[in-house]
């Protein structure tokens, strides 16, 4: 008995068809042999033409209600197969996609696509979820780190002059001093740029959008940089094509983004004897391109360049205390002006392009 109810359990579907389609032969066949019958008397003294004509409609009818309930069929079958695999989807909480087509059931084959489709966009949400969480898990391990180096000097070079203070010499409590202010000002500058680089992912930032000229923004820089220039033996140059180009900008975050592109190439150019600001009109968007011949920054890092905490090795190894969040913030500032950020870089040149465009067609506080 226990065999008999599973089976009728699991071809409950196929039993209903079989047993409907039965009886619409049946009902069919006697439908067409009464028809006859009125019409034209018994059967048996209709025509041999007659007779093959009724025995024609019999058959063409039987195999139309055949065909018809074998798609209805399959059509049922395939809508309790997909009601079945998104239960699972539902219940597992997977990203399960359906790989079976639903041939005689176009409305079923449309829902699997949407459920697909669905399923699909939930992946990938998940994926951004668990990427996300890698990141911030990332983060949080790099601030620990880069706070702790320069946080333990402080407290080791103050500790000794806190416990040694009568018996260090003038120089010495000079130089622990020194470096401890040193260290105090580097923990200052991550703490200013982690705030920074948390303002460029703010959703709900607001841009104060005004109408500047790239002429006048580059002019600014290469004068505040011309200390630093000397000291480096680079020249600081600008070519603005056209001569005036006026764009709709955050003025003071612009000025941040191409500020952090230079002070890159100061600190990375190893070997630059120029820094070159350049703008160039396209269309309806600016190209601004900063540009330096210093060391070639490898080919497999150029992509990964603008990720937070992300340093190319060479200048991990070199000590120049960047935080590496600067060129994570430009392409924070870039992406909030609706633009693009990219480097290219080979023996010759190292190029930072940045494409705004000229209008800000969407509101700054949306």
């Not at 065909?67 to 399959?74: D, G, M, P, S, T």
């Not at 709900?204 to 505040?224: E, P, R």
Request: aromatic share 8%.
């Amino acid at each position: 008995m226990k065999k008999l109810a599973l089976f009728l359990k699991h071809n409950r579907t196929k039993i209903y068809y079989a047993v409907v389609t039965t009886l619409l032969l049946l009902l069919f066949s006697w439908s067409v042999y009464s028809a006859a019958t009125m019409a034209l008397g018994r059967l048996q003294s209709l025509s041999s033409l007659w007779q093959w004509g009724v025995i024609s409609v019999l058959v063409i009818g039987d195999g139309i209600i055949v065909i018809w309930q074998y798609v209805r069929l399959r059509q049922a079958e395939s809508l309790t197969r997909l009601i079945h695999d998104m239960q699972t989807i539902a219940n597992d909480n997977s990203d399960m996609q359906i790989d079976w087509q639903a041939m005689y059931a176009p409305q079923t084959q449309a829902l699997i696509d949407v459920t697909n489709t669905i399923s699909k966009h939930t992946q990938a949400i998940r994926e951004e979820e668990r990427e996300s969480e890698r990141s911030k898990d990332e983060m949080i391990t790099n601030i620990s780190h880069d706070l702790r180096t320069p946080l333990t000097a402080i407290i080791g070079y103050l500790g000794l002059v806190e416990m040694n203070g009568t018996q260090l010499s003038a120089a010495d409590r000079a130089k622990y001093i020194h470096t401890a202010y040193s260290k105090s000002n580097q923990m200052k500058v991550l703490v200013e740029d982690l705030f920074e680089f948390s303002k460029t992912q703010a959703h709900d930032a607001v841009l104060n959008m005004t109408t500047l000229s790239l002429g006048d923004l580059f002019a600014q820089l290469i004068a505040s940089y011309e200390i630093e220039a000397h000291e480096h033996h680079l020249a600081l140059t600008q070519i603005v094509d056209p001569e005036l180009i006026v764009i709709e900008a955050d003025s003071d975050k612009l000025a941040r983004a191409l500020m952090n592109l230079m002070s890159n190439a100061f600190k990375y150019g190893e070997g630059a004897t120029f820094i070159k600001l350049t703008a160039q009109v396209k269309a309806d968007e600016v190209e601004i391109r900063v540009i330096n011949d210093g060391i070639k920054i490898p080919s497999a890092a150029l992509t990964d360049i603008f990720d937070r905490f992300y340093r190319v090795e060479s200048s991990r190894n070199s000590q120049t205390g960047g935080t590496g969040l600067g060129l994570a913030i430009v392409k924070g500032i870039v992406n909030q002006h609706h633009g693009r950020v990219r480097a290219t870089s080979d023996d010759d040149l190292t190029t930072f392009i940045v494409t705004l465009p000229l209008k800000q067609t969407i509101n700054s506080d949306q």
